[in-house]
């Protein structure tokens, strides 16, 4: 089963910057386990302030992250 497009960015964007879930999880304040499981496609509630601040975090747009934008620059 293919991931979802959060998923793959948001692990794309981690890569990209060369940090584990626990270091990013400790950048935006949230958990690695929340952030393992979206880039699994492995939740079934997802908060907009823990996807926001993973975002800020990456230093990337929402809309990117979400799929709406190519550009990932905010």
Same mark, same amino acid.
């Given at each position: 089963m293919e991931r979802p497009l !959060?998923? *793959?960015r948001l692990r794309?964007?981690?890569r /990209? *910057?060369? !940090?584990t879930q626990q270091q990013l999880g %400790?950048? %935006? %304040?949230? =958990?690695f386990t929340t952030i393992s499981r979206? /880039?699994?496609g492995n939740y079934t509630q997802l908060y907009a302030t823990s996807v926001y601040a !993973? %975002? =800020?975090a990456l230093d990337v747009s929402l809309d990117w992250l979400y799929g709406r934008k190519e550009d990932c620059h905010v």
């Open positions: !959060l998923g *793959q794309k964007a981690r /990209e *910057q060369d !940090l %400790a950048k %935006a %304040a949230v =958990n979206i /880039e699994t !993973l %975002a =800020n």
